[in-house]
């Protein structure tokens, strides 16, 4: 799976990476970077990737399986 981040979405609530810090940080500013930009389906941090992008207010995180 893919992860990628509409950055002109994202307003920094951080829930991402509250929710999954190994996938998710934020830049300087308090919007999401993806750490883990392409996860192998079954992975430990699959999991985390997905609450993060369905915890986004803005759904500004995009997943392609």
Do not use: K, W
């Not at 893919?2 to 934020?26: E, N």
């Amino acid at each position: 799976m893919r992860i990628t981040v509409d950055d002109a979405a994202c307003v920094g609530h951080g829930r991402c990476y509250a929710l999954a810090p190994d996938v998710f940080a934020s830049d300087d500013f308090g919007h999401c970077t993806v750490l883990v930009p392409e996860i192998e389906a079954g992975s430990p941090l699959e999991l985390g990737a997905r609450q993060g992008a369905e915890n986004c207010p803005e759904r500004a995180i995009t997943i392609t399986d």
